[in-house]
């Protein structure tokens, strides 16, 4: 299972905050080639902590993806920041086609998953290899798979 370009661009504000467009993986892949915006990062963020109702918790997810520094520096992220955001975005997308639920989808990523070592699925997406790991147990549990 995937998720449109489309829809992981609405994760990130659409094309009101990217300033673009974005139709296609390949137009995504621009987009993350290029810098993603602040706002891109800081939207996300927003669906994340939105349930706890936390800009303490906004600024550590943030910080897990970006230091401080850079963050309060840029205006868009270089490319491993843009790569991880994308990822993260993603991972929420195709979390949240399979439960159609917001809030389903944000607790799957922030709650400790027993097939991560139970590790929360924001925490180990942090790295690709780790983003493929969360993406196999969400496929695993749509097709109601064992681990």
Request: charged share 25%; net charge neutral; proline share 5%.
């Amino acid at each position: 299972m995937s998720v449109s370009a489309k829809t992981i661009a609405d994760v990130l504000g659409g094309r009101r905050v990217l300033g673009r467009n974005v139709r296609n993986m390949r137009e995504l892949d621009g987009l993350v080639r290029d810098g993603i915006p602040k706002g891109a990062l800081d939207t996300f963020i927003a669906i994340l902590a939105a349930p706890h109702h936390g800009a303490d918790l906004s600024v550590r997810l943030r910080n897990k993806i970006v230091p401080r520094a850079t963050y309060q520096r840029v205006d868009r992220f270089n490319l491993q920041v843009g790569e991880t955001t994308e990822r993260l975005a993603r991972l929420y997308a195709l979390a949240l086609s399979v439960f159609e639920n917001s809030d389903a989808a944000t607790r799957f990523l922030m709650t400790p998953h027993p097939e991560l070592e139970e590790r929360a699925p924001f925490d180990v997406a942090l790295t690709e290899i780790g983003g493929r790991e969360v993406e196999e147990v969400i496929e695993r549990g749509l097709h109601g798979l064992p681990a």
